[in-house]
């Protein structure tokens, strides 16, 4: 079991910063995420925690103790750490008993002792009965397991998975997060997941680092950052919420402000205490917070996309063409021309 403590770390790969001054703490057995989209620098963060690339500046902490800094780099073998990838990274030639075994035996543990943690292990992802097949002989889902087997074999401190389900189809997606949520219940042991998909790292996390251009944005549980966004990038990126300009029309509390939005007030839930009347702010709102109604902001609908169990429904305002607006809805969509009402239900004055 570990803590975690990122400090002032930087990564500089000939002149592209992929990381800049990342400052995170995790608690020890906690279930994190590093969400954000490709390039971000989420792999190369990973990458420093196993010890596999080296900080350009700042400290890194396992437990209470400096694993990485400028001048000091504990290797990554030496940092009990297991690693579960996209890429499965098994032993072609070895039987699943001997790919679960491998590290148990180079560490040369006794026979006996090798023999209950590999069963273990295998029992725990279910794969007791496949355990003398190849990995070719195994479907894309049993090849993540073994090599979940394989780390909770070893007993690490940390596992760090690097978008482990990219390569699986999505109902199969599906049952692995089911899996991993059991196995992080299993070990109790600190996870960090790396995915580009916000529906993994929900369903998984404790919290979840929003990450965006070698930077962290916003760390919080997967319900503040998707309420709450701290900023308009997290806003628009976590469940590609929608940001509208407004005016604020009345401070209500410390926790609600009443705001003007196209010509209609609406009441919000913001934390700035200090809001007056007349300011202007940014709203987060994600497309179940809107209604159609009698009465709200005058749109025109532009485009109903069919999702299965709703309709996606794109509107345009009437007052002001540049603002655009979607809206869930279990209903088909008015005619396009048609002018459709809007009311607002919820938001979050960023
Ligand atoms: N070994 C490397 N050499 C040079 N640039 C790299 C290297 N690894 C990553 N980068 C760059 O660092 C940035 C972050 O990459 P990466 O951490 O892989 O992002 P992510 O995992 O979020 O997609 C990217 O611009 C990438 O091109
Ligand atoms: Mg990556």
Same mark, same amino acid.
């Not at 925690?49 to 990554?76: N, Q, R, T």
């Not at 690693?83 to 148990?104: I, T």
């Given at each position: 079991?570990?803590?975690?403590?990122?400090?002032?770390?930087?990564?500089?790969?000939?002149?592209?910063?992929?990381?800049?001054?990342?400052?995170?703490?995790?608690?020890?057995?906690?279930?994190?995420?590093?969400?954000?989209?490709?390039?971000?620098?989420?792999?190369?963060?990973? /990458?420093?925690?196993?010890?596999?690339?080296?900080?350009?500046?700042?400290?890194?902490?396992?437990?209470?103790?400096?694993?990485?800094?400028?001048?000091?780099?504990?290797?990554?073998?030496?940092?009990?750490?297991?690693?579960?990838?996209?890429?499965?990274?098994?032993?072609?030639?070895?039987?699943?008993?001997?790919?679960?075994?491998?590290?148990?035996?180079?560490?040369?543990?006794?026979?006996?002792?090798?023999?209950?943690?590999?069963?273990?292990?295998?029992?725990?992802?279910?794969?007791?009965?496949?355990?003398?097949?190849?990995?070719?002989?195994?479907?894309?889902?049993?090849?993540?397991?073994?090599?979940?087997?394989?780390?909770?074999?070893?007993?690490?401190?940390?596992?760090?998975?690097?978008?482990?389900?990219?390569?699986?189809?999505?109902?199969?997606?599906?049952?692995?997060?089911?899996?991993?949520?059991?196995?992080?219940? /299993?070990?109790?042991?600190?996870?960090?997941?790396?995915?580009?998909?916000?529906?993994?790292?929900?369903?998984?996390?404790?919290?979840?680092?929003?990450?965006?251009?070698?930077?962290?944005?916003?760390?919080? #549980?997967?319900?503040?950052?998707?309420?709450?966004?701290?900023?308009?990038?997290?806003?628009?990126?976590?469940?590609?919420?929608?940001?509208?300009?407004?005016?604020?029309?009345?401070?209500? #509390?410390?926790?609600?402000?009443?705001?003007?939005?196209?010509?209609?007030?609406?009441?919000? /839930?913001?934390?700035?205490?200090?809001?007056? #009347?007349?300011?202007?702010?940014?709203?987060?709102?994600?497309?179940?917070?809107? /209604?159609?109604?009698?009465?709200?902001?005058?749109?025109?609908?532009?485009?109903?996309?069919?999702?299965?169990?709703?309709?996606?429904?794109?509107?345009?305002?009437?007052?002001?063409?540049?603002?655009?607006?979607?809206?869930?809805?279990?209903?088909?969509?008015?005619?396009? #021309?048609?002018?459709?009402?809007?009311?607002?239900?919820?938001?979050?004055?960023?």
């Amino acid at each position: 079991m570990a803590s975690i403590k990122i400090n002032s770390v930087s990564k500089i790969f000939d002149n592209v910063a992929a990381l800049k001054d990342i400052n995170l703490e995790f608690i020890d057995g906690e279930f994190i995420s590093l969400l954000g989209p490709s390039g971000c620098g989420k792999t190369t963060l990973l /990458r420093i925690l196993a010890g596999f690339e080296e900080v350009s500046d700042g400290e890194v902490f396992i437990g209470k103790e400096l694993v990485s800094s400028k001048s000091f780099h504990v290797l990554p073998e030496k940092r009990n750490i297991g690693m579960v990838f996209q890429a499965y990274a098994l032993w072609p030639h070895m039987s699943v008993w001997e790919n679960v075994a491998f590290g148990l035996k180079i560490q040369k543990n006794d026979k006996k002792l090798i023999k209950k943690k590999v069963e273990e292990a295998l029992e725990v992802v279910g794969l007791m009965e496949y355990q003398k097949r190849k990995p070719s002989e195994l479907s894309g889902g049993q090849k993540q397991r073994v090599a979940l087997a394989r780390c909770m074999a070893m007993e690490p401190s940390l596992i760090l998975f690097d978008e482990p389900l990219a390569n699986l189809d999505l109902n199969l997606r599906e049952s692995m997060l089911e899996e991993f949520k059991n196995f992080h219940k /299993r070990l109790k042991c600190t996870m960090i997941y790396v995915t580009h998909d916000q529906g993994e790292a929900m369903a998984l996390s404790d919290r979840i680092a929003v990450m965006g251009n070698g930077t962290v944005m916003q760390l919080g #549980t997967p319900q503040e950052i998707y309420h709450k966004p701290v900023s308009e990038e997290v806003a628009k990126f976590v469940g590609r919420g929608m940001v509208v300009d407004g005016v604020v029309t009345k401070n209500i #509390t410390d926790q609600q402000a009443e705001v003007m939005i196209l010509g209609e007030n609406f009441i919000f /839930r913001q934390h700035k205490t200090y809001l007056n #009347t007349g300011d202007s702010v940014k709203v987060s709102i994600k497309s179940e917070d809107l /209604r159609i109604s009698s009465k709200g902001i005058a749109t025109k609908v532009i485009s109903g996309i069919y999702q299965g169990n709703s309709w996606s429904i794109l509107l345009e305002s009437i007052n002001d063409q540049t603002t655009m607006l979607k809206v869930n809805s279990f209903d088909a969509p008015p005619k396009e #021309t048609e002018v459709v009402y809007i009311e607002i239900k919820d938001g979050w004055i960023i």
